[in-house]
Each structure stands twice: as C-alpha cells, then as structure tokens.
C-alpha cells in the first residue's frame, strides 16, 4: 500500500505513543502503522480539505475510525500533544518542515521525530541541530529516485553546522543509498561550478567544486602550518606595515586543522561560532592582537581561543596590500558595475590602494548608489562639495581617509573608503574634494569570500565556513 519512502518513515516511528502524521497523505500512512501494529492512535492532519477528506474514506475502507482521527491543521497548531510520542512530517519542502517546527505550540523534545524533506534537507538539519537535537538519517530509493528520511529526538548540545556538514548529512557509513545520494548530489554540485566557471563567476565555481569534493570524499585535515606557509606566499606577511601585527597570533597544541572560520574581526560570538562548529583554526583581517596586551582577561577573544585550543591566523595590510587581497576585491566589485578604462595604478607607492577611470564620467549621487549596491551598505557618507561628476576615482578599503591629499594630488576626484576622520572631512572640504564613506565593515568584509576562494583552491578538502557572525557591529536609527 505503502511506497519505499513511506515505508521509511514507517520503519522510523517508535510508536510507543500516539503517532501525529502532518500532511497526511491521503492516510495511507496512518492506515499502514494501526494495521502492522506499530502504534494504537494515529491523529492525521492537514491544511486543507480535501486531503481530510481522502483520508477519511481510507480510514473508513479499514474500519479505523476508533484509531485514526482526522485534524484539519495549519502544521502542529490544532494537535493535542499529550501521549504523542511520534511527528512524521514528510513530502514537504525542508523549508516548509522547518517552519512547521518552529511554528510548533508545544515542546518536541520528548518526541521522536521523523521527517522526510523533499528539498533543502541542509536547512533541516541545521534548524535541528541548532535546537538541540540529534539527527540519524537512512537513506531509500524509490523509482529511481533517492531520499532521505531522518529521524530526530532530544540530544542537549550546542553545536552548529558548518554548510558543507549540513549539506553531507548523517548517514551511516554502511548506508549504500545514502552514499549514492551524496554521490549524485557531488555530481550536481560539480556540474553547477563548471557553469559558474564558464559564466566568469570564479569565486562561487570553486567553492561549488570544494564542495562537490567534499561531498564525495569527505573533509580531510591539514597541517596548520601549511595553511600558514600558503598564506604568507599569497598575501606576505613582510608587506605589512611597520605599525601592524598580522601573523599567527595565537596558538595552541593543535597542530592540524580540518573547520577554519573566517571573519574580519575576531569577536568573542566569532570564537564562539568557531568553538560550536569544532573549528581549529580562525582567519581574520583585523589583529586580535593589536596594543600590547597588559591582561588577558577571561572575557577577552584572545583568552577564549587559547582556553578552546582554537589557532588564530591575521591578515591586516598585508591582505590590503598584496595583489588579490582587499583592494582588489573591492576594485572588482566596483568594476562589475562600473566600467573603467586604462590602467589601475596605485594610489601609494606600497600597494595599498588603487586607482581607476571611467570610461564615461558618472554623477556622484549616481555613483553613491552604485556603491550601496557594490558593497550592501544601508548609507554612503560624503562631504558637500561642488563637484557633480566624477571620472578618476581612488579607492582603499577600511581606515583610509587619510589617503585623500594623496588621492587629490594625482587629478582624482573622490576617495572611496571606510572610515574618515572629521577633521579629514574638513580638510578636504577646504580643497573641494570629495569623499564617499562606505563603512569600514562594508569595504572590507567582502575579502572573506576571495580568501575562501584562494584556500579551497589550495585546500578543497577543508572544511571553510564564512562566520556567520561577521556582521557590521553598528545599528543604524
């Protein structure tokens, strides 16, 4: 009666209590557990009429009505939970799932949880690991096509998923159908970055295909050092500048690493995302070691990674500088919207910023919208000036006010940067040029992608996470 996916998801359910079976399937479901006698009750809901109403007629064909009862249900909204010991959810969209899970008016936790995503099975994994559930998954093929069922119950922990964890999932190693499952998921992953990379979209390919090689051969560990070593010929530490203290900033006795984390700024909630994903090691821009350090306070993010034994790696001017490191990322964002002519040339003779025509000069309150756009922020600060149109632009990311007189001595019209003094606004004002402020957080967090980018393609096997804790840690009212 049943087909191989529903079995599954039978052959999950404990039973030991009422069995809620949400978006009932005609009743087929319920039907098949009160006559193999793997539960006495079985409530079997929907949203909508009709699927009620097919059930009915099941339930009447068997002679259930005493076991099965009909529930019309947005999700778990109208069900009773006392003596509910199993939720299937099945043949929905993971979104959907997750949705009717946290939408749910009663607690989970003392239920087994059987749920059959038809999409998106990364989103439930992580919604369930995130709210303290473990999660055993089977897989089964059914005409051909493969699925995951999985099942879930209470198991306190406050781990967190990196993306390529929830989207390999949880099968057993001796599960054959859900090693065929990762394999063709491998398989699409590796065809969608062969169309990213022959579309010109070179960042996202090659996470795709790190991801597809995960997917098929697991992430693998890696000497901390050699990530180190590789750093150092891609962004030198030697070109930092004498202020700076970009390197390997803390350490600890882990010597290998198979999760790094990136992030601009090593905060205390970044630690803690690295330390819930089992990360060894975490990349920054900015130094979490800047001043020299009189205390090390138990609160601080530096006593928090040597107490988690997580490696801290920093790359400040050195990545600003080097070719390929925050300034070009930023001159490549802008030049995916704005056309520019002729050579880049440096904006200071050490490397650090750019300069860059347009092939047709642009308004300035146009440019600004632009930039909203290039870099996702809410507002671009500028001073008031009579310029109107802009042609010759200068640009450096982050703390680069300072660089304007140099911007103006070389015929440019405006500085594109992240953070400006007032008294830099004021001097400027005074020679009439123009600034254009697009957030320190903004110019520079965009680097997190090229610097994954850059280490799958030495490392595809390591397990790379942007920390979904990077965020600007500024609100605007």
């Known amino acids: 009666m049943l087909d191989k996916r529903l079995k599954q998801c039978a052959e999950q359910v404990l039973g030991w209590g009422t069995v809620c079976d949400v978006g009932t399937d005609h009743g087929l479901l319920a039907v098949e557990l009160i006559k193999t006698g793997k539960c006495k009750k079985v409530i079997a809901s929907d949203i909508n009429h ?109 781990k967190m998923l990196t993306e390529f964890q929830a989207l390999r999932g949880f099968f057993d190693d001796n599960d054959e159908v859900g090693a065929e499952l990762r394999r063709r998921n491998s398989a699409k992953m590796r065809e969608i970055g062969e169309t990213l990379r022959e579309s010109g979209k070179m960042t996202e390919a090659v996470h795709m295909e790190a991801l597809s090689r995960k997917m098929a051969e697991g992430s693998q560990f890696y000497q901390i050092s050699d990530v180190y070593d590789y750093l150092n010929e891609r962004f030198p530490f030697s070109l930092q500048e004498k202020w700076d203290n970009s390197g390997m900033l803390v350490e600890s006795e882990k010597k290998v690493c198979r999760t790094v984390l990136l992030t601009l700024d090593i905060t205390n909630e970044a630690v803690e995302e690295a330390r819930r994903k089992d990360a060894e090691l975490v990349i920054s821009h900015h130094p979490v070691i ?94 008031k000036t009579r310029t109107n149109y802009i042609s010759k632009i200068a640009m450096c990311s ?36 123009t600034i254009m402020n697009c957030g320190h957080f903004h110019t520079e967090n965009i680097v997190l992608w090229e610097l994954r980018r850059v280490l799958e393609e030495r490392f595809p096997l390591l397990d790379i996470e942007i920390a979904e804790t990077s965020i600007d840690p500024c609100l605007y009212v």
Request: some cysteine; charged content about 25%; overall charge negative.
């Open 398 to 433: 982050g703390s680069g006010g300072s660089l304007f007189k140099t911007a103006f001595e070389k015929g440019c019209d405006v500085l594109i940067t992240g953070d400006v003094k007032h008294d830099v606004w004021i001097d400027a004002s005074n020679l009439g040029f």
């Open 290 to 383: 800047f001043d020299p350090l009189n205390v090390v306070s138990a609160k601080s993010p530096v006593y928090r990674l040597a107490a988690n034994g997580i490696c801290a790696i920093c790359l400040h001017t050195n990545l600003d500088i080097a070719e390929g490191g925050t300034n070009t990322v930023m001159l490549k964002r802008m030049n995916e919207k704005l056309d520019f002519s002729g050579d880049i040339q440096p904006l200071e003779d050490t490397g650090l910023g750019c300069i860059a025509t347009l092939a047709q000069p642009i308004v300035k309150t146009e440019l600004a919208a632009v930039l909203k756009e290039v870099f996702g922020c809410q507002y671009v600060k500028m001073n």
């Open 50 to 158: 009709g699927p009620i109403e097919a059930a009915r007629k099941n339930v009447e064909k068997y002679g259930l009505s005493e076991q099965i009862e009909l529930v019309m249900s947005d999700g778990l909204q109208k069900i009773d939970p006392e003596q509910v010991s199993d939720i299937v959810i099945a043949g929905m969209g993971g979104e959907t799932i997750v949705k009717i899970l946290e939408e749910c008016p009663f607690d989970l936790f003392t239920m087994n949880l059987v749920l059959q995503p038809m999409t998106k099975q990364e989103v439930v994994r992580e919604w369930l690991i995130e709210h303290d559930f473990s999660v055993y998954e089977k897989g089964v093929e059914d005409s051909g096509k493969l699925y995951s069922v999985m099942s879930a119950d209470q198991y306190p922990s406050d």
